[in-house]
Every structure is written in C-alpha cells, then in structure tokens.
C-alpha cells in the first residue's frame, strides 16, 4: 500500500490505474480504524479492482465544543489495518492540503433541509462539514465507488442527494453497520464509555429493536413509538437527544408505504452515540 499526503499525488495514481482499465472504489473515514471501517473496505472490494481510503479528521464538521481536539488519531494503526485489509492507496493529507485558506473561508456545500433536520438541528452546520468534505474528496480521488457506512445514516442520505444534485460520477454504496455480540454498533466514539457505561450502551440498539418490531406489525402510532423509546432510554440513564420514525428515503415524517427508520442520538457519559433500524414495508 502506498501512503500519499498531497492532492497531486492521488490524482496521479488514481489517473495511472484508470489508463489501465480499473475500476477505484473509495473509503473516506476519520481514521481510528475499526471492525466497522474494515467492513467498508471489504465492501469497496466487491465492487472495485483498486482500493483507495483517506483518514482525515475534518475540522469543518466539528462544532465549537465538540471534540475535534480529542478525537482519537491513531495514524500508524491504521496504515496497517488498511494494508492488511487490502487497500492500495492511503490518502492521508495535513489540514492545509484541503483548506489552503482555512476551513471558515472555504467554499461549502450545504443539502438544504436533509441537513437541518435531526442530527443537523442538534449538531448545526455538520453536515454542512460533511458534504463539503465529502465532495472535495470525490473530486480528488474521483472513483467510480465510494462507500459509506448505514450507521450513520442521515450521513448516507444526505451524501445520496448531494451527489444527484451536483450530477456527480460516482456510485455510492451503503454497508450494513457492524455491531459487537450485544448489538452495540461499533463507532470511534465507543472508546470514551467507561466499563459501566458500556453495559448500558447495547439498550439503544434493543430499544431500536423494540421499535422495529411495533412498525412491522403494522403500528402507525409513530408518536407513541418515539416516546416509548425516548422513554426507554431515559429510564437506562441515556440524555436523549432524539428517537424518531422516519421514511427510509428521504428521511421526512413516514408516509402510507415504503420502509421507515428509526433513529436515534443519545449520550452516556462522554459519548454522544447514534444508532438506526430500518424496517421494510409493503
Ligand atoms: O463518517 C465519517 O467518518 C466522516 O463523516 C466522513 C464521511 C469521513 C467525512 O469526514
């Protein structure tokens, strides 16, 4: 696996493998490196003959008090799992590769709506980060694929509509969230629960489940799912900052047909944790 720091030098290898015929699917991810983002990998495998993933901690999605300073940055640890998961590129640029004049005066992307609702509202002008971020990536690395994880799913959503809105070239690819024994969904952020949180922490994927399981017996009673599972979660110790059903599409307020999700944002202790269900329908 190559390491490359610089813009240029993913274009020129990127360029070089298309002169051969192949196809580059493309990992973005903040590094840390886990089960999960190994699972992305192997995702981006089945669909591309060559590998490329950036670990970049993106300032511009961060808000004030959040933890971008302590965000875990593990960077030696990661080349080896991406090497041993099989990538061939790893693109890993300082801050100022990306925003030559700071991310405050960078252009933005902003998915109007998509972006402010649920996690935007909590987490104002994240999104805002994401998109950008993610649009500057697939203009540098310009895969055929890029793949992104259903534990994050507004993520997902948001990075779909932006990339038909601006026409973009690329295939995006959904990869099922990787979860422990318990069902705790595995995410960089686990690792700021101490031992007790961590027993509690599987109640918000079995809470999604409980959810689940009235929508697929037909319940339309959203309002009184969101609080039975706000509830739920309260009574474990969690600060909640949404539980909410959703269409699985577009993510609006769910309509007669189609599948739905349920999402949720709580904290525990130190750790902010999101987690999703979605659930089929006729
Ligand atoms: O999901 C993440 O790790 C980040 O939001 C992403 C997509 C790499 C953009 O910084």
């Given amino acids: 696996m190559e390491t490359v720091v610089t813009i240029a030098a993913v274009r020129a290898m990127v360029r070089g493998w298309r002169k051969h015929g192949h196809r580059v699917a493309f990992v973005p991810t903040m590094g840390n490196l886990h089960a999960g983002h190994v699972s992305l990998i192997e995702a981006a495998r089945r669909h591309g003959d060559r590998f490329v993933a950036s670990i970049f901690v993106n300032p511009m999605q961060f808000g004030p008090n959040e933890d ?16 041993a998961a099989g990538c061939d590129l790893m693109f890993m640029p300082e801050g100022a ?13 902003e998915v109007p709506g ?9 987490r104002p002008g994240h999104f805002e980060g994401v998109a950008t971020i993610v649009a500057k990536l697939l203009h540098i690395v310009e895969p055929d694929i890029a793949v992104f994880g259903e534990k994050d799913f507004q993520q997902l959503t948001v990075i779909r509509r932006m990339v038909a809105d601006l026409c973009m ?21 686990n690792q700021y629960l101490n031992e007790a949180e961590r027993a509690l922490a599987p109640a918000i994927y079995s ?29 474990v110790g969690f600060r909640v900052d949404y539980f909410s059903v959703r269409q699985a599409v577009d993510l609006n307020a769910p309509g007669p047909s189609g599948a739905l999700v349920v999402l949720t944002a709580a904290r525990l202790g ?13």
Avoid: C, W
Avoid at 68 to 83: N, S
Avoid at 97 to 109: C, F, L, W
Avoid at 114 to 122: A, F, M, T, Y
């Fill in 68 to 83: 971008f300073a302590h965000y875990p940055r593990t960077p030696t640890e990661d080349g080896r799992m991406l090497a």
């Fill in 97 to 109: 590769e990306i925003y030559a004049n700071g991310p405050e005066r960078a252009t933005r992307v």
């Fill in 114 to 122: 998509l972006s402010r609702i649920l996690e935007g509202e909590v």
């Fill in 169 to 189: 070239p690329v295939e995006i690819i959904a990869a099922p969230t990787v979860r422990d024994a318990d069902g705790f969904a595995k995410s960089s952020r």
């Fill in 207 to 235: 809470t999604l489940q409980a959810a689940a399981r009235r929508l697929a017996a037909g319940d339309t009673e959203y309002a009184s799912i969101e609080h039975a599972g706000f509830k739920a979660l309260e009574a």
């Fill in 270 to 282: 130190k750790a902010r944790l999101i987690d999703n269900i979605r659930i089929e329908r006729a």
